[in-house]
C-alpha cells in the first residue's frame, strides 16, 4: 500500500509539470544558445522543458568540467551554472571561463548566471568573486530567467 507522502507527491509532480508546459514561448527574436551545467537529470530535464519554451537551444555538461571543455569548444549566448557539482564546482568553472574570455578578448564575454537550492546571503558575493553575473535560487523559474536575459541585453 503507498503513503500518503507518495500520492501527494506523484500529485504535485503532475501540478508542477502541466504548469511548465502551459509557459508560452516568450523569448521568440532569436534562439539562445544556452550551456546547462547541472550534475541532476532531473533538473536537467524540467530546465530543458522551460528553456525549450524561450526558444533556447540547450547544450548539456554534467559537471562544471564538462561545461568549461564545452565552453571552450563553442560559443553560448549564456551559461546556467549549478554551484555544487562533482569533480569541478561551479564556481571554479566560471572561475576558469572569466580566465579564458580575457585571454581570448575575440570570444566576448558569456553572461553566467548561477543558480542552486541552497541560497545563502554570502553565496551571491561569492557567484560575484568567481566571475558570475547573477544567482537564481531552485527550482528554475522560467520568467525570472527571462527577466534576467533581457537585463544583459548588450550581451546577446
Known amino acids: ?3 500518503l507522502f507518495h500520492y501527494n507527491t506523484l500529485i504535485a509532480a503532475k501540478n508542477l509539470i502541466s504548469k511548465v508546459l502551459m509557459i508560452p514561448n516568450i523569448v521568440e527574436e532569436k534562439k539562445l544558445s544556452v550551456l546547462l551545467v547541472e550534475d541532476n537529470a532531473l ?3 524540467l530546465m530543458i522543458i522551460n528553456l525549450s519554451k524561450l526558444n533556447c537551444i540547450v547544450s548539456i555538461a554534467n559537471n562544471g568540467l564538462e561545461g568549461l ?3 571552450k569548444a563553442q560559443k553560448f549566448d549564456v551559461i546556467l551554472m549549478d554551484l555544487m557539482m562533482p569533480v569541478m ?9 572569466r ?3 580575457k585571454e581570448e578578448k575575440s570570444r566576448g564575454y558569456t553572461p553566467i548566471i548561477a543558480f542552486t537550492a541552497n541560497t545563502l546571503n554570502n553565496d551571491f558575493k ?5 566571475g ?5 535560487e531552485k527550482p528554475f523559474n522560467a520568467f525570472k530567467f527571462k527577466e534576467i536575459i533581457e537585463s544583459f541585453g548588450q550581451h546577446l
Do not use: R, W
Open 132 to 136: 558570475m553575473d547573477y544567482l537564481m
Open 99 to 101: 580566465k579564458i574570455e
Open 89 to 97: 564546482d561551479g564556481f571554479e568553472s566560471s572561475f576558469e571561463i
Open 1 to 3: 500500500m503507498k503513503s
Open 43 to 45: 533538473n536537467q530535464k
Open 126 to 130: 561569492k557567484c560575484l568573486e568567481y
Open 69 to 71: 571543455n564545452l565552453f
